[in-house]
């Protein structure tokens, strides 16, 4: 009999269904874990991005105040001595 045995080439292809079986519930698996990864990492990012951002806002709102204050501060400093220099030493005595 010439060709191929049809016993073997059953058995063969049996073993390459089991083989892609195999494969597909492997790649399933890790799309699987890869989706969570990437939840996790995005939770993660969007908390260290809020945290970030609220340090970031904190600090853009007392910088100016304590910025005016300094300002404020020199402003009157200034206009004291400017004060003094223009009306002379009769104002504070």
């Known amino acids: ?3 191929y045995n049809k016993d073997e080439v059953d058995q063969f292809l049996d073993m390459v269904i ?3 079986e195999a494969f597909e519930e492997k790649l399933s698996e890790l799309e699987r874990a890869l989706e969570q990864s990437k ?5 993660a ?5 809020f945290n970030r951002e609220s340090q970031v806002s904190a600090t853009e709102q007392t910088a100016p105040a304590q910025a005016a204050g300094g300002t404020n501060y020199d402003i009157l400093k200034r206009l004291s001595n400017l ?4 009306f002379g030493k009769k104002l504070y005595e």
């Open 1 to 3: 009999m010439k060709g």
């Open 18 to 20: 089991q083989d892609y």
């Open 39 to 43: 939840r996790q990492t995005n939770s």
């Open 45 to 49: 990012s969007g908390e260290t991005r």
């Open 83 to 86: 004060e003094k220099e223009v």
